[in-house]
Nanobody, 121 residues
Framework: QVQLVESGGGLVQAGGSLRLSCVASRSPLSINVMGWYRQAPGNQRELVVVKGSGATTNYADSVKGRFTISRDNAKNTMYLQMTSLKPEDTAVYYC???????????????WGQGTQVTVSS
């Protein structure tokens, strides 16, 4: 299991930047996949970026070139650097961890509580 706590959301003007943080209760090195998702009002939760334990990183087309995921393993923390923000980026952003469960033989999802990002035009 893992507990995830996000921070860093807020209100920013279009074109601005924010950095979200996600502190995990265990080392990211022990987590199979970590990533960020977001959910805007009336919409389904959608993928922003996921990063596997190797070098593979997948960004949503809508954020490529503007958002960057990174990790500080010593701090058990994952970051999402967001630049050139647009009003359509407004959403609650959730940290996600997927951990392999041996007995269940599948990845189990864990979620943080979410942090609100609002981009004004």
């Amino acid at each position: 299991q893992v507990q995830l706590v996000e921070s860093g959301g807020g209100l920013v003007q279009a074109g601005g930047s924010l950095r979200l943080s996600c502190v995990a209760s265990r080392s990211p090195l022990s987590i199979n996949v970590m990533g960020w998702y977001r959910q805007a009002p009336g919409n389904q939760r959608e993928l922003v970026v996921v990063k596997g334990s190797g070098a593979t990183t997948n960004y949503a087309d809508s954020v490529k070139g503007r958002f960057t995921i990174s990790r500080d393993n010593a701090k058990n923390t994952m970051y999402l650097q967001m630049t050139s923000l647009k009003p359509e980026d407004t959403a609650v952003y959730y940290c996600n961890a997927k951990i392999w469960d041996g007995p269940a033989r599948r990845l189990i999802d864990y979620w943080g509580q979410g942090t609100q990002v609002t981009v004004s035009s």
